[in-house]
């Protein structure tokens, strides 16, 4: 089986930034299907663009654009490219890395879909930090990078506890309503009494429902900025934002800058 050394991906590389151990690239696939290989490093896999097929002997995933995939070391799997134009950014970092920040990488076993949405907006801040490049860069990569490994330790403070079987619909109906979306309009859907969806978000959300919701727009807006074809006007509306000013004092506050800077950033 074919080992991926550190940077070593398929496709076409785009660009590429190497900060010692942490290594960051964005490639076109170019190929129907890839070996079966894995890598020497973990590392995200982020799709900018298209569809990605995963494979590995434990399951299959399709990861259309958005998706943030992580891929733990020694993780055998393959690819299959599912769409004609496909993109990738990946943030590869050695093993001493998470060693000498005090991170403990053996919690994040084997492959994971990440659908934290804070996550989602630490990484378009990172991916934008890889694209503008000037001397900060590198240090803001950093932090970021290190903000997202923190998130995604907490995330499994809660894994040895008891999680609530409507907690799962819960997100996804917040993902998929918006117009609608009330304490009660949940509560009727799930069939779960108010008082305990009131009191379970602040646990397993760690942030209240109205940011929540606020965070899943701003995830879902980030993957239709990186289509250049997706006016921002359209984006406003797409994702459920009643008008332009109103889109980018929200992802102005989640990001830092504007969707209009966001985008130039990554250009």
Same mark, same amino acid.
């Given at each position: 089986?074919?080992?991926?050394?550190?940077?070593?991906?398929?496709?076409?590389?785009?660009?590429?930034?190497?900060?010692?151990?942490?290594?960051?690239?964005?490639?076109?696939?170019?190929?129907?299907?890839?070996?079966?290989?894995?890598?020497?490093?973990?590392?995200?896999?982020?799709?900018?663009?298209?569809?990605?097929?995963?494979?590995?002997?434990?399951?299959?995933?399709?990861?259309?654009?958005?998706?943030?995939?992580?891929?733990?070391?020694?993780?055998?799997?393959?690819?299959?490219?599912?769409?004609?134009?496909?993109?990738?950014?990946?943030?590869?970092?050695?093993?001493?890395?998470?060693?000498?920040?005090?991170?403990?990488?053996?919690?994040?076993?084997?492959?994971?879909?990440?659908?934290?949405?804070?996550?989602?907006?630490?990484?378009?801040?990172?991916?934008?930090?890889?694209?503008?490049?000037?001397?900060?860069?590198?240090?803001?990569?950093?932090?970021?990078?290190?903000?997202? $490994?923190?998130?995604? #330790?907490? @995330? +499994?403070?809660?894994?040895?506890? /008891?999680?609530? !079987?409507?907690?799962? %619909?819960?997100?996804?109906?917040?993902?998929?309503?918006?117009?609608?979306?009330?304490?009660?309009?949940?509560?009727?859907?799930?069939?779960?009494?108010?008082?305990?969806?009131?009191?379970?978000?602040?646990?397993?959300?760690?942030?209240?429902?109205?940011?929540?919701?606020?965070?899943?727009?701003?995830?879902?807006?980030?993957?239709?900025?990186?289509?250049?074809?997706?006016?921002?006007?359209?984006?406003?509306?797409? $994702?459920?934002?009643? #008008?332009? @000013? +109103?889109?980018?004092?929200?992802? /102005?506050?989640? !990001?830092?800058?504007? %969707?209009?800077?966001?985008?130039?950033?990554?250009?």
């Amino acid at each position: 089986m074919k080992i991926s050394a550190k940077g070593e991906y398929y496709g076409s590389m785009k660009k590429e930034e190497n900060y010692g151990s942490i290594f960051l690239s964005e490639y076109d696939y170019c190929m129907p299907a890839t070996d079966w290989h894995y890598h020497e490093n973990p590392y995200f896999m982020y799709v900018l663009e298209g569809n990605v097929g995963d494979f590995n002997t434990q399951q299959k995933r399709q990861c259309p654009s958005g998706t943030l995939l992580f891929h733990n070391w020694q993780e055998a799997h393959y690819n299959t490219k599912e769409s004609i134009e496909t993109r990738g950014f990946h943030i590869e970092f050695e093993r001493k890395w998470f060693v000498d920040k005090k991170l403990n990488i053996d919690l994040w076993e084997g492959t994971q879909i990440i659908e934290n949405p804070k996550i989602h907006h630490l990484l378009a801040k990172l991916y934008a930090e890889f694209k503008f490049q000037d001397h900060l860069s590198e240090v803001s990569i950093e932090v970021l990078l290190y903000e997202i $490994c923190e998130h995604l #330790d907490g @995330s +499994h403070s809660l894994k040895n506890e /008891k999680v609530p !079987l409507w907690i799962a %619909p819960l997100k996804e109906l917040i993902k998929e309503e918006d117009e609608r979306l009330s304490l009660q309009y949940l509560s009727d859907q799930l069939g779960v009494h108010p008082g305990h969806i009131s009191r379970a978000i602040p646990k397993y959300f760690s942030v209240t429902l109205g940011n929540y919701i606020r965070q899943q727009k701003i995830k879902k807006a980030i993957n239709l900025i990186h289509n250049p074809k997706q006016s921002l006007q359209d984006i406003t509306y797409e $994702c459920g934002f009643s #008008d332009q @000013s +109103h889109f980018t004092r929200t992802f /102005k506050l989640f !990001l830092g800058m504007t %969707p209009k800077q966001y985008r130039n950033r990554i250009k």
